[in-house]
């Protein structure tokens, strides 16, 4: 069973950083076999890309909401993806859900939630005036 568990949310002021976690474990298969993402749900919306990362880690994906702004990356040994969020608008406040999916394509990305098997359970981010 995989277990994707996310931490490093928060309440902040706008204009500040915050990095995101997802430690992942339980894998039968490697974090390297696992393309990740990022998503987020603010209250009475929809779910919604953020930020995905293949396999490899050499190519990424942005919602254009964020890019320019957050940073997402990986480190296959620690078995932890991040999501690096800087600038941080009012806008940005929402449940942050961390994903996994099996891919046997190494430079491949996703950005439907759809396409993601194993989720985490969240972590909040509000960032105030």
């Known amino acids: 069973q995989v277990q994707l568990v996310e931490s490093g949310g928060g309440l902040v002021q706008a204009g500040v950083s915050l990095r995101l976690s997802c430690a992942a474990s339980?894998?039968?298969?490697?974090?390297?076999?696992?393309?990740m993402g990022w998503f987020r749900q603010a209250p009475g919306k929809e779910r919604e890309f953020v930020a995905a990362?293949?396999?490899?880690?050499?190519?990424?994906y942005y919602a254009d909401s964020v890019k320019g702004r957050f940073y997402i990356s990986r480190d296959n040994v620690k078995k932890t993806v991040y999501l690096q969020m800087n600038s941080l608008k009012l806008e940005d406040t929402a449940v942050y859900y961390c994903?996994?999916?099996?891919?046997?394509?190494?430079?491949?990305?996703?950005?439907?939630?759809?396409?993601?098997?194993?989720w985490g359970q969240g972590t909040q981010v509000t960032v105030s005036s």
């Open positions: 994903a996994a999916k099996l891919s046997g394509d190494s430079n491949a990305y996703y950005n439907n939630e759809g396409q993601y098997r194993y």
């Open positions: 339980g894998l039968t298969f490697s974090l390297y076999a696992m393309a």
């Open positions: 990362i293949s396999v490899s880690g050499g190519n990424t």
